[in-house]
DNA sequence: GTCTATAAGTTGATAGAC
DNA sequence: GTCTATCAACTTATAGAC
């Protein structure tokens, strides 16, 4: 039923949460557990489409519960993309910086992939809907996102600049590299047999090709 | 402020409603009116996050006249992406299909990626919230992507055949080649220079290098 | 800290006038 | 064919008991 390139497909086996350290250390358990829930909840049908009764009940609290740790469902909301932005800078933070524009752009990616693909439903929770946010609370985001961004410009335009990379189109293979990771979200779910370690290899090499002009052109 | 890999900007202008003659010539003037005001609605805020007033307001029509033309807000969404899947197939089964398979991916890729280009709103109306459709209307769709998936599919599995292509990883090319395409969607605006012909042309290259392994592995 | 009850406002959809 | 008026159900968030 499901095609292979949009792998479509519905119920709730597909998306998981993380675990509960993954959110802020200074969350109470109660908060966490509701986290959980919500990253699940926005996944699977957006920001408008989850009820702040959904969220409580799977973290098996009652629908009041949720308003004595946060101050709203944008609030909830905003603490997972909030979460998920800083965990993925982290994990790219943690790249040593160091070979050739080659090597370390297929690490980033690496990364970078793997990353979307073992948190999928974070990912998707954090996609959409941003536009839900305060101002403030955007603009935290946007900032996080322009971090990100930085250090894969930063690679391809070192590769640029020595000629391992396409010079033209700097922002094009930016764009696309970063369509290709973002979008795991979209397709990547649990029925799948690939790991994210190999969807990781195979989209860094990918990513590779889109970077790198071939030698007749 | 925003990104350039995101492109992350809020506000009405960004989207834009295709002619009244992509939906089906059978509706009429008013139904047609309607589509195009829940085509903006749905790319700005999904389905739940629209309401079937603003539907209705944005067709200069009172909140009641809706039901006079579809039975639902389920069977407004659903004539969208049932167009917009429709008018996608119509397009690549235009290409007359001959040359080489590097020939033919080029310009069904070019093909697709400029249709995400032009109507990138409603792609984005028919990307998310394909799990609020019926049983069957959700069939109905998955039937059109996967004749849309048939048509590439076919021309990596022949180009691998020749060894023009990647043959270890087709899935992996089709899906990659598919997440380029689709995520135009979510990042092209109207405030970006790039005509859909432009990012057409520079994908289409991208997909044909993603497709094709380097000559030294 | 978690619960139940409820307030205040919103929503999809329908009925009937013009 | 479009409008206004309205229903019944639902939703976020709060109040106050335990």
Chains 1, 2 share one sequence.
Not at 149 to 164: L, P, Q, S
Request: proline share 5%.
């Amino acid at each position: 039923m499901a095609t292979r390139v949009w792998n479509d497909q519905t119920g709730p086996a597909r998306y998981v949460a993380p675990d509960p350290d993954f959110w802020d250390p200074k969350l109470s358990d109660a908060a966490r557990r509701l986290l959980g829930s919500a990253v699940l909840c926005f996944a699977r049908n957006g920001f408008y489409g989850t009820r702040t009764r959904d969220i409580s009940a799977g973290a098996k609290l009652s629908a009041g519960s949720l308003y004595t740790m946060f101050d709203s469902k944008e609030a909830v909301f905003f603490e997972i993309t909030r979460s998920g932005h800083i965990d993925t800078l982290a994990c790219l933070n943690a790249d040593p910086g160091d070979g050739t524009p080659t090597e370390r752009l297929q690490r980033l990616v690496s990364i970078y992939v793997e990353w979307h693909a073992r948190y999928h439903t974070v990912g998707r929770a954090c996609q959409h809907d941003l536009a839900v946010l305060t101002e403030e609370h955007f603009a935290e985001i946007v900032e996080l996102r322009h971090q990100i961004e930085a250090i894969f410009r930063n690679v391809v335009e070192e590769g640029a600049k020595d000629n391992t990379f396409d010079a033209a189109d700097i922002d094009g293979v930016l764009r696309a590299i970063h369509s290709l990771s973002i979008d795991v979200t979209r397709w990547y779910g649990l029925d799948g047999t690939e790991s994210p370690q190999s969807i990781a290899a195979l989209y860094s090499k990918f990513a590779l090709r889109i970077a790198t002009p071939p030698p007749s052109s």
